[in-house]
């Protein structure tokens, strides 16, 4: 019996801490990673600082929990999806395609997380900087090694440096989303689709 409580504590313990972290992500789309504090979160979601600490004990490592909790809903929105398929070209397009759906759904009311809280960091040093840029550089490999898989296999141009077809393409991407979230405006993210797929011919 005390071990059955002692798990449903843990349980409930789990999903109070996704629960907070879910609304600190879509927070700091709109106002910032350094929006995020115990005393404004715990404000946004009507908990106590108290209850707060108990689950994270610094702002920094509130942050960091944040940004992961954003990476996993990134990953199940955008990146898996995409694994449906093998073919390296057809994966770079369903890629960007969940990227462009994922914004227009809101998935974050701000837009890309990682847009916003790259542009957020770029000037500061420390753990949460460091972890934003971990997490960019990885996309950018991926992206660029799949172009190179998709030159290797004769879907594009062989002649093309992949990193930077990997930079077009996210700039094509970012642009979408600053122009969708600026003027609320769909056509701008369908601007970037059309961009990215006629770089991917």
Same mark, same amino acid.
């Given at each position: 019996m005390a071990t059955?409580?002692? !798990?449903?504590? !843990?349980?409930?313990? +789990?999903?109070? !801490?996704?629960k907070i972290l879910r609304a600190a992500a879509n927070l700091a789309t709109i106002e910032g990673l350094e929006g995020i504090t115990i005393g404004r979160l715990a404000a946004h979601i009507g908990m106590s600082k108290s209850?707060?600490?108990?689950?994270?004990?610094?702002?920094?490592?509130?942050?960091?929990?944040?940004?992961?909790?954003?990476?996993?809903?990134?990953?199940r929105e955008v990146v898996e999806p995409a694994q449906a398929t093998a073919d390296p070209l057809e994966r770079l397009r369903l890629l960007y395609d969940r990227f462009l759906d994922h914004? +227009?759904? !809101?998935?974050?009311?701000?837009?890309?997380?990682?847009?916003?809280? +790259?542009?957020?960091?770029?000037?500061? +040093?420390?753990?949460v900087k460091d972890r934003i840029a971990a997490i960019q550089r990885a996309w950018s490999a991926n992206i660029a090694q799949l172009v190179r898989e998709a030159q290797?296999?004769?879907?594009?141009?062989?002649?093309?440096?992949?990193?930077?077809?990997?930079?077009?393409?996210?700039?094509?991407?970012?642009?979408?989303?600053?122009?969708?979230?600026l003027h609320d405006e769909p056509l701008y993210l369908e601007h970037a689709r059309a961009a990215i797929h006629r770089r991917l011919r």
């Open positions: 059955t409580l002692a !798990r449903r504590q !843990r349980s409930d313990g +789990e999903r109070s !801490r996704q209850g707060l600490y108990a689950h994270f004990g610094s702002k920094e490592q509130l942050q960091l929990a944040t940004i992961d909790t954003a990476l996993e809903i990134y990953d914004v +227009e759904r !809101r998935v974050f009311p701000g837009g890309c997380f990682f847009a916003s809280a +790259e542009s957020e960091v770029g000037m500061q +040093e420390g753990p290797a296999a004769g879907s594009l141009p062989g002649d093309d440096e992949p990193a930077q077809v990997a930079f077009e393409l996210d700039a094509y991407g970012m642009m979408g989303n600053v122009g969708f979230v």
